[in-house]
């Protein structure tokens, strides 16, 4: 019987069996094996990298240690939110629908500072008691979605019946501003007021006052934002001149309620509080915030120390906003304000309203409620320049400077596809070779002027006294192609784009 080879256990010693030795030929005398000159190289095994193992050991560990500790760190804070019943005793509510609806309101808590601080901010006056600032904050079912609506403050609203929470008196429904429905029913008469006018389930309530938000943004260092024209508000305190910031606590503040910048008033405040969101949402998921369990703990308590926010808004809830945000970049938040049908609409006792587009405002709605993205999706573009004068505004003469035939006929048509007003009738510069590209300019179009020379990266201005209102593009040898630029205000006032949250930033 021969001998047999066990299997042994892959941790045991293996010892290789010997192999039966073949039958010898009786024709042939049997050979002695000849020594081997060189001895076999056992078999090279492959080590793994230590900087991989050590990496892939260190990310477990954060990721592990981050879900248990935050999961701890939000329990234990959990005690300290203020909580409201903004749900109770609601019926004929909208139907629920894919995903996750949050209605996030400013308020007006001014009474929380002391006087001296108030008079710092320019917080003079008592407070309204309303609120401040609105959105819907919808959470796609995929989590992997944030779509942000703002509603203006003025906006014209019709409340349901209801008992006013100052007076007790009961009323019937009536017209008001949509800010003043807190101030007579608090947040559940807010809720319902919102519910109505869009049909949306509001599935959590979330107040924040002036504090909350100072708290928030200080413990994350500041939120950084860009400007292509100086912001001066005197009644807000807000005065930053032209390029890039970062705002801590009390300058941001300033930064969103500045309501005196320009003609625009609340809806150019509302695109600066979507742009300010969006470099809040950026600086928070890529500055490793919410993977570090210290930092992740300083956020949380200062949002959460200083908050309203329904029953139901509690541990599971926060950690799936967290895990939804760890997958959150810029291109994946989209914001929009409710398009406007009619400016100044003045209504008896209430005053000038913003009265919503119906059919777009219904459209606007319809795709919260089947969890569909606001805009179509379109492909990551270049980035593009923000400018103080929109493009369309801008009458430009091109004149080819080289020696290169068609040049200037070339670089019209890239100035008009960005939106330039170009003549179409590009003309040979009276002066050649020219070296480095010239925008030719009037003094007293000095704004324009910038906005072009932002669209011909190295381009050099030129002010030209008495030349009017076109600007002359003298194209030079160093024309390397035209830069896509857009006015900070991207569509008239009342009909707001859906732009994502890499549209918004400091591009």
Same mark, same amino acid.
């Given at each position: 019987m021969g001998? /047999?080879?066990?299997?042994l256990p892959r941790t045991a010693v293996v010892r290789r069996c010997p192999l039966p030795a073949p039958p010898r030929s009786p024709s042939r005398p049997e050979r002695r094996p000849q020594p081997s000159r060189?001895?076999?190289?056992?078999?090279?095994? /492959?080590?793994?990298? /230590?900087?991989?193992?050590?990496?892939?050991?260190?990310?477990?560990?954060?990721?592990?240690?981050?879900?248990?500790?935050?999961?701890?760190?939000?329990?234990?804070?959990?005690?300290?939110?203020?909580?409201?019943d903004a749900f109770r005793d609601m019926k004929n509510r909208p139907r629920a629908g894919h995903g996750m609806n949050v209605l996030m309101v400013g308020t007006d808590g001014r009474d929380k500072i002391s006087a001296a601080d108030r008079h710092r901010l320019r917080l003079g006056g008592t407070s309204c008691h309303c609120t401040d600032t609105m959105m819907i904050v919808h959470i796609s079912e995929d989590r992997e979605r944030a779509s942000v609506v703002s509603l203006p403050r003025d906006s014209y609203a019709e409340l349901p019946p209801h008992t006013d929470r100052t007076t007790g008196k009961r009323h019937g429904g009536h017209p008001i501003?949509?800010?003043?429905?807190?101030?007579?029913?608090?947040?559940?008469?807010?809720?319902?007021?919102?519910?109505?006018?869009?049909?949306?389930?509001?599935?959590?309530?979330?107040?924040?006052?002036?504090?909350?938000?100072m708290k928030t943004v200080d413990v994350l260092g500041g939120v950084k934002i860009c400007t292509a024209r100086p912001?001066?508000? /005197?009644?807000?305190?807000?005065?930053?001149?032209?390029?890039?910031?970062?705002?801590?606590?009390? =300058?941001?503040?300033?930064?969103?309620?500045?309501?005196?910048?320009? $003609?625009?008033?609340?809806?150019?405040?509302? =695109?600066?509080?979507?742009?300010?969101?969006?470099?809040?949402?950026?600086h928070a998921t890529s500055s490793g915030v919410l993977l570090n369990p210290m930092k992740f703990r300083d956020v949380t308590r200062a949002v959460l120390g200083s908050v309203r926010a329904d029953k139901g808004f509690g541990t599971d809830e926060l950690l799936d906003l967290g895990r939804a945000m760890r997958n959150f970049s810029p291109s994946s938040s989209e914001f929009t304000t409710v398009p406007i049908g009619r400016m100044g609409y003045a209504v008896k006792g209430v005053g000038s309203t913003l009265k919503w587009d119906p059919v777009k405002a219904d459209r606007l709605f319809r795709a919260l409620r089947d969890d569909r993205p606001l805009a179509a999706a379109r492909p990551r573009s270049a980035p593009v320049r923000v400018v103080d004068?929109?493009?369309? =505004?801008?009458?430009?003469?091109?004149?080819?400077?080289?020696?290169?035939?068609?040049? $200037?006929?070339?670089?019209?048509?890239?100035?008009?596809a960005t939106g330039f007003r170009t003549t179409r009738l590009p003309v040979n510069a009276a002066q050649r070779p020219v070296a480095r590209t010239v925008v030719a300019y009037d003094p007293r179009w000095d704004r324009s002027a910038k906005s072009l020379a932002a669209a011909l990266p190295g381009s050099e201005?030129?002010?030209?006294?008495?030349?009017?209102?076109?600007?002359?593009?003298?194209?030079?040898?160093?024309?390397?192609?035209?830069?896509?630029?857009?006015?900070e205000l991207p569509r008239p006032p009342g009909q707001p784009a859906v732009v994502r949250g890499d549209e918004v930033g400091c591009s």
């Open positions: 001998l /047999r080879c066990s299997r060189r001895a076999p190289r056992p078999p090279v095994r /492959r080590k793994r990298p /230590r900087w991989a193992m050590r990496a892939v050991t260190t990310l477990s560990v954060v990721v592990l240690a981050s879900a248990g500790i935050g999961h701890a760190v939000i329990t234990s804070l959990e005690g300290d939110i203020t909580r409201v501003k949509l800010n003043a429905a807190y101030a007579e029913g608090g947040p559940q008469l807010t809720v319902r007021t919102v519910e109505h006018m869009t049909k949306v389930k509001i599935d959590h309530y979330l107040e924040v006052d002036f504090t909350s938000f912001l001066k508000d /005197r009644y807000s305190g807000l005065d930053l001149p032209a390029g890039t910031h970062t705002l801590k606590g009390p =300058q941001a503040l300033q930064y969103v309620r500045a309501r005196h910048v320009d $003609g625009a008033s609340d809806l150019s405040r509302m =695109q600066r509080q979507q742009r300010f969101l969006a470099s809040l949402i950026d004068v929109a493009p369309q =505004q801008i009458r430009v003469q091109v004149e080819n400077g080289t020696d290169t035939p068609g040049l $200037g006929r070339r670089v019209d048509a890239a100035l008009a201005l030129r002010a030209v006294k008495g030349q009017g209102g076109t600007l002359r593009v003298i194209v030079g040898a160093d024309y390397k192609g035209v830069a896509k630029v857009r006015a």
